[in-house]
C-alpha cells in the first residue's frame, strides 16, 4: 500500500505569517510518510538553487526531478485537481536562512462538499521532517 502526500511549494517569504500569492502543488504516490519526503527535500537540494537563494518553481522542478522514479510516482498538479493524501506538507523559505521551513500534516477525511480535510500538526526545518512522524506515532 502507497502512502500518498501533497507537497505544497510556495514562494519565499520574511515570515511564517505571510500568506504566498505563488504555490506549486506536487503529489506524491509513495513514500510520503515525513522521514521519505526529508530525504526527497534533501535530494531536491542537491539539483537546486544553493538555499538561501529559493524560487518556488525551480524547486518544484528539481523535487520531481530528483525523485521521479516511475510513471505516476512524482508530478506536478494543477492547483485545482483533486488527488488524494496521506500526508500534507508547505514548504517555504524565510528570507535569508540556509534550511527550508516544512509544515507536516495528514488527511482526516473528506467533508459535506466532498473536499479532504486535513489537520497540520508539526513545523520545523527540513532536516527534522522525519521527527513528525516519531510525534505522530508516539501519539497513536
Given amino acids: 500500500m502507497s ?19 505563488t ?6 504516490h509513495w513514500d510520503g510518510y515525513p522521514s ?3 530525504s526527497m527535500i534533501e ?22 526531478a530528483a525523485n521521479k522514479t516511475a510513471s505516476g510516482d512524482v508530478r506536478l498538479v494543477n492547483p485545482d485537481d483533486k488527488v488524494w493524501f496521506d500526508f500534507v506538507y508547505v ?11 516544512v509544515t507536516v500534516g495528514h488527511s482526516t477525511g473528506y467533508d459535506e462538499l ?3 480535510k486535513f489537520e497540520m ?5 527540513h532536516t527534522r521532517v522525519a521527527e ?8 497513536a
Avoid at 504555490?23 to 506524491?28: A, D, E, L, M
Avoid at 535530494?43 to 520531481?64: G, H, M, N, Q, Y
Avoid at 514548504?91 to 521551513?101: A, F, P, Q
Fill in 23 to 28: 504555490t506549486y502543488k506536487v503529489y506524491k
Fill in 91 to 101: 514548504i517555504r523559505h524565510i528570507e535569508g536562512s540556509d534550511k527550508l521551513n
Fill in 36 to 38: 521519505g519526503v526529508q
Fill in 3 to 21: 502512502t500518498n502526500a501533497l507537497i505544497y511549494i510556495v514562494e519565499p517569504s520574511d515570515s511564517l505569517n505571510d500568506v504566498p500569492e
Fill in 132 to 139: 513528525a512522524y516519531a510525534d505522530e506515532e508516539d501519539a
Fill in 43 to 64: 535530494d531536491a537540494l542537491k539539483i537546486a538553487w544553493t538555499l538561501p537563494r529559493f524560487e518556488a518553481d525551480e524547486f518544484a522542478a528539481s523535487f520531481v
Fill in 121 to 125: 500538526h508539526w513545523t520545523g526545518d
Fill in 114 to 116: 466532498d473536499r479532504i
